[in-house]
């Protein structure tokens, strides 16, 4: 499949009372047409801010530094963050679906008005043609009585019903990617199955790429077929999901898959936490961010600066000096 | 888990827990939110009840009623083989020195003025066990090593730690008086995910440690509950649909809620993913307030028939302490 976007180099920062935060910095990926992608990493790493920065919606004290984000053969950063041109692209071939279905509807508007608002705005259609077609979105993302719903308020839904309110506004302009930011992690096990299945359906019925933002592994292993891990604002591995789980060769992400707790395991099995705290992003070392909770480090990981992505496979790529595959076994402290 | 474990440290039968709803001026009541309707389990020494379900299932409250903090409509309540549902205010503060409460958000449940140290020792001067004020401070120090927090640190205010820090100090807290059980209300689901398994083991090792602790994990992640849990029972609408061995419930789970929750949690794994089976839920919880007839579950189910709709199943025993609450197992 063509590639849809490329992001090179993205850096975007926070100026703070305390110094400048690097939230992203120097994060490059891709996404091609009709692929379900997963960006994995913990509170901090940079995972939402950066796909904020692809729709530029940072806001002051935010400034998207550096970098360069590719769509459709044009750099989306040479926008006027509130242009024109900028206005095309965001919410209309980029959507988003944010993590509070709870906040991430206006509550004076009901559902009809936040949906129409949309299509007559992206789509140029008719007040009546809008109105008819959000009803249809709705029933298509699964809300019962759509016809007599739409007049509701956010208030009069659940957050599982408003959150496929969300799904259906991402899709409204038939875009060509499609952003969940944590799309299911306010809600509950059987609502997050149901919403996942709906956006995987949806997405391919549109024709859609998806990228799934979570820190929950065993989602992306379930939808993803890519995935990029995120550490301290940039990725430290890459590669397909069967690369990422079969084969996991970043510390991290080894980390990762030894410390949370699975619904299959066997019984007795310890968990293997990663000691210590993610880095401040302001006093970031120039050395690997992970270095201090690396139980595989070698001593030119203290010396050299944090390495390039390089090739393990395929399209298999890790950020990291040490070979953890011929050193697994004896992960030092 | 080991010697003295035919002992029951809880005993739950036939819980009830309902609120009122209000109206009007006179707070007219015109319903019952009947949170939890009827629940009886038991909890052994040295074993970790895991108590699952979806939010609004009730977990919470059977947590705040074992610990007193509510007064049950109806049911009792055995601990260390007394009914503490009939206790007075005053009895009840004696018996809450054996047990403890370890909170969700660490952010919100410790007190921003007050100091590490104090935090957690403020348990042992509410119970008068604090005694004089070397002892005092060689206690509070030994539980900060406990939890694996260095001693030097309670002076510190709690902005000054990070998640995981705070959540060691809620344990700190919740050890002080040396309780024989800890209810755990969801203690990690605000934590990241590296920092989660540190907080797992922290409990798993405490439980190892010391003799005769017992917890009540009430949580909403099952792949977590199956980890720290040696039996887990199942909620769903204010009733124990499930409750077996941990083991048991993730290899041969046989309410079909049960079936549901655990093929709704994906696994880290794609290979295994490939061919699990996936049972997707049709709708949503119905409102405790107005609870669908007989089963709680039959509007959802995927294998009710006409009869489910008329009678409440009751828990049933098919075998090694497996129970479940369905006419179609």
């Known amino acids: 499949m063509a590639e849809l976007l490329k992001v090179n180099n993205l850096k975007t920062q926070f100026r703070t009372e305390s110094g400048v935060v690097k939230a992203v910095d120097g994060l490059s990926y891709y996404i091609d047409e009709q692929e379900i992608v997963g960006l994995v990493g913990e509170s901090g790493c940079g995972k939402s801010v950066s796909q904020l920065s692809v729709m530029q919606l940072i806001n002051a004290p935010g400034e998207i530094v550096g970098g360069e984000v590719i769509f459709e053969g044009k750099n989306l950063l040479e926008y006027e963050a509130n242009g024109p041109q900028m206005r ?19 509550p004076v508007l009901t559902i009809g008005q936040q949906l129409v608002e949309m299509l007559i705005l992206h789509m140029k259609m008719s007040d009546d043609a809008a109105r008819k077609r959000a009803i249809e979105l709705m029933s298509m993302v699964g809300i019962p009585a759509a016809a007599n719903r739409i007049d509701d308020y956010p208030h009069h839904f659940s957050g599982g019903m408003r959150q496929r309110v969300m799904i259906a506004m991402g899709l409204s302009c038939n875009p060509k990617i499609l952003i969940a930011d944590e799309p299911t992690t306010a809600l509950d096990v059987t609502t997050q199955a149901q919403l996942l299945e709906l956006m995987k359906d949806m997405v391919q019925r549109f024709h859609a790429s998806l990228v799934i933002v979570t820190h ?26 069967k690369d990422i789980f079969g084969n996991p060769r970043h510390p991290y992400t080894i980390g990762l898959l030894q410390c949370i707790p699975r619904l299959d395991e066997e019984e007795g099995r310890k968990l293997v936490p990663i000691e210590g705290l993610p880095p401040n992003l302001i006093s970031m070392p120039s050395t690997c961010a992970f270095l201090p909770r690396c139980s595989y480090k070698v001593e030119k990981c203290a010396r050299e600066p944090w390495p390039e992505l390089s090739q393990v496979e395929g399209n298999h790529y890790i950020r990291c000096y040490v070979n953890t595959k011929e050193k697994a076994g004896e992960p030092k402290k | ?78 601990f260390e083989g007394e009914d503490i549902a009939t206790f007075t205010e005053k009895r009840l503060r004696q018996v809450r020195s054996n047990m403890a ?92 995910v590296s920092i ?102 039959h509007p959802r189910c995927f294998m009710a028939v006409e009869e489910c709709s008329q009678t409440l199943p009751e828990l049933r025993d098919i075998g090694e302490g497996h129970e479940v609450a369905c006419i179609r197992v």
């Open chain 1, 216 to 241: 929950n592994l065993g989602v992306v292993a379930r939808y993803a077929q890519r995935i990029y891990i995120m550490y301290a604002g940039r990725i430290v591995e890459s590669g397909t999901t």
């Open chain 2, 101 to 192: 409460l370890i909170f969700q958000d660490p952010y919100s449940s410790l007190d921003p003025r007050q100091s590490a140290g104090s935090i957690v020792g403020e348990p042992l001067k509410i119970h008068q066990m604090s005694g004089s004020k070397r002892e005092y401070n060689d206690r509070v120090e030994k539980l900060f090593r406990v939890v694996g927090l260095d001693p030097s640190m309670t002076n510190r205010f709690p902005h000054e730690f990070s998640g995981g820090q705070r959540q060691r100090i809620g344990v700190a807290r919740a050890l002080a008086c040396d309780p024989d059980l800890i209810v755990c209300d969801e203690p990690i689901s605000a934590l990241d």
């Open chain 2, 196 to 297: 989660q398994a540190q907080i797992i083991n922290l409990l798993e090792e405490l439980q190892d440690r010391v003799q005769g602790l017992s917890y009540l994990f009430i949580a909403h992640d099952l792949s977590v509950v199956r980890h720290i849990s040696d039996r887990v029972a199942v909620m769903y609408l204010g009733h124990i649909v499930e409750i077996c061995k941990a083991r048991i419930l993730y290899e041969n789970p046989l309410h079909p809620y049960t079936r549901a929750l655990l093929s709704a949690v994906p696994i880290a794994d794609p290979f295994v993913e490939e061919s699990r089976e996936r049972i997707i839920l049709k709708g949503e919880v119905p409102s405790p307030l107005n609870p669908p007839s007989g089963c709680p579950f």
């Open chain 1, 88 to 106: 095309t692209v965001r919410g209309a071939k980029i959507a988003m679906i944010f993590q509070e279905p709870m906040t991430s509807l206006n």
């Open chain 2, 1 to 78: 888990m080991n010697q003295r474990s035919d002992e029951n440290i809880l005993d739950i039968r036939d819980l009830k827990m309902y609120f009122p709803v209000t109206r009007g001026l006179l707070r007219r009541k015109v319903a019952d939110v009947k949170a939890v309707d009827g629940v009886s389990f038991k909890l052994k020494k040295d074993e970790t009840l895991g108590l699952v379900g979806e939010s609004g299932c009730g977990k919470t409250t059977i947590g705040r009623c074992v610990l007193g903090l509510y007064k049950p409509t109806e049911g009792r309540i055995f």
